[in-house]
């Protein structure tokens, strides 16, 4: 198992396609094990001084320290917002086997 550890990326996105569009590049890159899109998200934030509130869908990537820095950038560059978030969340602890699974399923694993 990657002994450098495992993170969960948060990312919100406008809609479903394009959910679906960034985490299957990011999965096919093998950049991340998997990614979960979850609908009905209300967001509310400050943009350009004046209080938004937006429909989203939640992105749950997961991935290894190996490929952090590659899945947040290659997340970043496909996404659509001006400022998309991509926040990394450190795994702590986790389903052994589940953990080695994510950790053969991306570049880590990979010569």
Request: net charge negative; aromatic share 6%.
């Amino acid at each position: 198992m990657n002994d450098k550890g495992f993170f969960v990326i948060l990312s919100t996105c406008p809609d479903a396609q394009v959910a679906e569009r960034l985490a299957r590049a990011l999965v096919e890159e093998s950049l991340a094990a998997c990614v979960n899109i979850v609908p009905g998200l209300r967001s509310i934030y400050r943009w350009n001084a004046v209080v938004q509130s937006d429909e989203e869908v939640l992105m749950i990537v997961k991935t290894t320290a190996g490929c952090l820095a590659a899945a947040r950038e290659r997340l970043v560059a496909l996404h659509p917002y001006e400022v998309p978030e991509a926040i990394a969340l450190p795994v702590t602890d986790g389903h052994h086997a589940y953990l080695e699974w994510v950790a053969a399923s991306t570049r880590t694993s990979q010569p």
